[in-house]
């Protein structure tokens, strides 16, 4: 077999968030999440299989990447290998169209691109809740990205994971989302390692799985009607519980810089002078605001003295730019 194929996915960013699993070595969510895969923000991944390579390679951004980075993407050919019954080592390429040196970089757009490349290549065709299973192996956030708009990542019950992946939240709200990279600093804990230390250590850890339930249903009903006070509030909420479960972890876990807790007040002064804005954060100290179009420029403008920003409009779902299997 000697397959290429090259797909294209966009990252997104939960509005209710991801923290925990329930199972490590399926990468099985503790609780289900909701996001918005954002335009503007995206991973092209070329998969190729070659019967005369001797080893998975890994090209990111033009370089060769680290051991690291590689082995988790050799980990996660072996699972499409697997399933498509082929031997064949391949040659990867990835790049990001923004600057991963911002540390925006998502393992969400590039395992949802790598799934559906690797899958392409390898000559198996599957359906969007197949491939939403498989990327969540690479990465939970994944399986959000393989969805434009609005996604809902399912927690599931199921001990072999068929029931955890996400789906697509049928909208046309028009929402924005601002993001302002801080300081590039130190390299910030990866999520898995500070996931699986809260879970161990938080004496908030338990109270924040219990919240994620209703969480979740506000975020959907708040969707449904177009309601971004609503949105907004559950989002910030959300985000600040996640943070409080990983601050509270014995060591703390804490993502935030000073830069960070800047950009929430500034978007909690915005809000009192009537522009309607609200705060989240990931496992990094990158500020992002929920707002609407009227009012993405004086957001914008009101957190550009942080860093580097970006307005993103929702984006598109995953899809495939080429393929020769
Ligand atoms: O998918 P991972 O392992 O990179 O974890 C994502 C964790 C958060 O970004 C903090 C939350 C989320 O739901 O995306």
Redo the contacts with the bound molecule.
């Keep these: 077999l000697n397959g290429k194929a090259t797909a294209r996915a966009n990252t997104n960013?939960?509005l209710v968030?991801?923290?925990g699993k329930r199972d490590a070595a399926l990468n099985l969510p503790a609780v289900g999440?909701l996001?918005l895969t954002l335009e503007g923000l995206s991973t092209r991944t070329s998969v190729a299989f070659d019967g005369k390579a001797a080893a998975d390679s890994l090209l990111l951004n033009g370089e060769p990447a680290d051991p690291r980075a590689l082995g988790r993407i050799a980990r996660f050919l072996d699972l499409v290998r697997a399933r498509a019954g082929i031997k064949e080592h391949a040659r990867v390429e990835s790049a990001n169209d923004f600057p991963t040196a911002a540390g925006l970089a998502s393992?969400?757009s590039a395992f949802a691109a790598l799934a559906l490349a690797a899958t392409r290549a390898a000559g198996l065709s599957l359906d969007d809740r197949e491939l939403s299973v498989l990327a969540r192996r690479g990465?939970?956030?994944?399986a959000r990205s393989i969805f434009g708009g609005f996604a809902e990542m399912q927690r599931g019950q199921r001990a072999d994971g068929e029931d955890s992946f996400a789906t697509p939240i049928a909208s046309d709200w028009d929402i924005r989302l601002v993001i302002a990279a801080t300081v590039t600093g130190p390299k910030s804990t990866l999520?898995?390692d500070g996931m699986r230390h809260t879970a161990e250590t938080s004496p908030y850890y338990d109270a924040w799985v219990r919240m994620s339930e209703a969480d979740l249903k506000t975020a959907r009903d708040a969707i449904a009607r177009h309601d971004l006070e609503a949105l907004g509030t559950v989002t910030e909420a959300s985000c600040l519980s996640?943070h409080a479960s990983a601050m509270a972890a014995r060591p703390a876990v804490v993502y935030f810089h000073g830069a960070t807790i800047e950009g929430w007040r500034i978007i909690q002064e915005l809000r009192k002078s009537g522009i309607p804005a609200w705060f989240t954060c990931?496992?990094g100290p990158h500020v992002k605001a929920l707002t609407v179009a009227k009012h993405a420029s004086e957001v914008e403008q009101a957190l550009a003295r942080l860093g580097r920003t970006w307005i993103c409009k929702p984006g598109p779902r995953a899809e495939v730019l080429e393929v020769n299997a």
């Excluded at 990465?139 to 994944?142: H, P, Q």
């Design positions: 960013i939960a968030k991801y923290w999440s996001s393992s969400a990465s939970g956030s994944a999520s898995t996640m990931d496992a």
